[in-house]
């Protein structure tokens, strides 16, 4: 069973950047589609990106399109979100998740990274 770490997290003033990590331990990380969610306060959760086992396919979320970078390192067993141009409504907290390649939910979590973006 793999299970999930996240770090990076911060403050950061509005316009900056930061570079998210998730760490996995179990064997089957390199066979995962990993992804990042975000829930802001107040509001549910909600999908940010993916990235699927070999890393060459890759999906975000159209608030993040193009500011937003992920990627995997299945050696290390990293997955990493780097964040440019934050704005503070990315401001939440960043969780981390894995699924089964063939199955559509997310059936693994980390405990969340806070990202707070100030104006």
């Known amino acids: 069973q793999v299970q999930l770490v996240e770090s990076g997290g911060r403050l950061v003033q509005a316009g900056g950047s930061l570079r998210l990590s998730c760490a996995a331990s179990?064997?089957?990380?390199?066979?995962?589609?990993m992804g990042w969610f975000r829930q802001a306060p107040g509001k549910e959760r909600e999908f940010v990106a993916s990235?699927?086992?070999?890393?060459?396919?890759?999906y975000y979320a159209d608030s993040v399109k193009g500011r937003f970078t992920i990627s995997r390192d299945n050696a290390k067993k990293t997955v990493y979100l780097e964040m440019n141009s934050l704005k503070p409504e990315d401001t939440a907290i960043y969780y981390c998740?894995?699924?089964?390649?063939?199955?559509?939910?997310?059936?693994?979590w980390g405990r969340g990274t806070q990202v707070t973006v100030s104006s």
């Open positions: 990235i699927n086992w070999s890393g060459d396919n890759t």
């Open positions: 179990g064997r089957t990380f390199g066979s995962k589609t």
């Open positions: 998740a894995a699924r089964n390649a063939l199955l559509l939910k997310y059936d693994v």
